[in-house]
């Protein structure tokens, strides 16, 4: 924690080929899809960070780092092949990510990754057209611990299809993955994702500043589903939080 600084981010492609009804990821670009910078490009941009700067620690925030496998492998041979030692973070999809893949990228220096899990209820994932079989997450997991890997889980409460059984099942499996960090957030309407436009269709309240739109913030308002209301969903979100970051095993894990 002491090396943290100096501290680097990078895009090595903009936008996603998936249409989640909760994300707003291509509002700007007005359709989905996604576009790469070619991996000279990437690599000049890791050579200029670290050379001019001492940088270590990057996050790559690209939406969707993890995804063609023969691109990603490309840029990693290209930052092992100069011995950075470097600390870095990426995000994947959990449909996207191959052994091969994922030991690559650890031995490129990305430490962590972060997966988009969402929910533990296959009907739930289904109404925001998620589009990955749930059965497939303990195996992605333990191909990620195979190769040395952290995992940041996301997760959120509060989908139209979600109920309390099935916010009670997508807190079980998070606990079950116990990833050494976690993320819970209340569903929301983002402006330019489909489920701002069933929000305005169905006449959803929405948040009337930008702060609540915010995940943490005093004012955050999340969305109903159709079996909650938004103070509901807020409640477990909160009660999540406790549950799974003072659970026995997960504080064994990190300590």
Avoid at 124 to 136: A, H, R
Avoid at 215 to 244: I, M, N
Wanted: proline letters at 4%.
């Amino acid at each position: 924690i002491d090396n943290r600084q100096p501290y680097g981010i990078l895009y090595t492609n903009l936008g996603c080929p998936y249409n989640c009804t909760f994300c707003c990821i291509n509002a700007i670009f007005g359709k989905s899809g996604i576009r790469y910078r070619s991996p000279q490009a990437v690599i000049e941009e890791i050579d200029f960070l670290v050379n001019n700067y001492g940088i270590r620690n990057i996050k790559i925030i690209d939406e969707l780092f993890g995804f063609k496998e023969d691109r990603v492998i490309e840029i990693c041979d290209l930052i092992i092949e100069r011995c950075y030692d470097l600390n870095m973070w990426a995000y994947a999809r959990v449909n996207s990510v191959t052994p091969k893949m994922l030991k690559k990228m650890k031995l490129a220096g990305i430490n962590w990754v972060a997966y988009g899990f969402e929910a533990g209820v296959s009907n739930v994932l289904k109404g925001v057209s998620k589009g990955y079989n749930i059965d497939i997450i303990q195996d992605v997991v333990k191909m990620t611990d195979d190769a040395g890997m952290c995992i940041v889980s996301n997760f959120i409460f509060g989908l139209p299809d979600d109920d309390f059984d099935s916010m009670q099942k997508t807190l079980a499996l998070a606990m079950e993955i116990n990833a050494e960090w976690a993320n819970f957030y209340p569903a929301m309407a983002y402006p330019g994702s489909k489920l701002y436009e069933e929000a305005i269709e169905k006449g959803w309240q929405l948040p009337e500043t930008w702060a609540g739109y915010s995940q943490y913030s005093y004012e955050s308002l999340p969305l109903p589903t159709k079996y909650l209301t938004a103070g509901e969903v807020l409640s477990f979100r909160d009660y999540a939080f406790h549950a799974y970051f003072e659970n026995p095993r997960y504080l064994d894990k990190i300590n």
